[in-house]
């Protein structure tokens, strides 16, 4: 996993663990409301998905708006990645789900426990939905 380049301290990353997929688009547009406004702030961050979440990290699938109001889940991914968050994606769920590895979005990739406590390092925030 490479961490995004930045001069901040470890203590200013973010980690945000997200387990939820489309079944709650709301959850899902919580969390990534969350890790983008991070990644904007300049924190080196973080979306560990596991669970239905790992769907988000095949190309098309984070489409739709969640609630009236609510910015669509493309424009926030896009944003996020834009800012230069990453994705990094648990390994057991996303071949339990039979899905394509080599079939990621940009700035996604495998990658469990060991791979998201390296990248934390000595210390991040973090948010779990």
Known sequence: MTAPTTTTTTTNKAVISLTTGL???????????VAFAAAEEGRPTLVFLTKEAVRLAVPGVATGTACAGCPSLADLI???????????????????????ETNLI???????????????GDGATTFSY
């Open 106 to 120: 940009k700035s996604a990739e495998i990658g469990g426990t060991v791979p998201m406590w390296r990248w934390i």
């Open 23 to 33: 079944e709650d688009a709301e959850r899902v547009t919580v969390a990534m409301l």
């Open 78 to 100: 896009e944003r996020y990645q834009t800012a230069g968050g990453t994705f990094l994606v648990c390994p057991i769920c996303f071949t339990a789900k039979q899905l394509d």
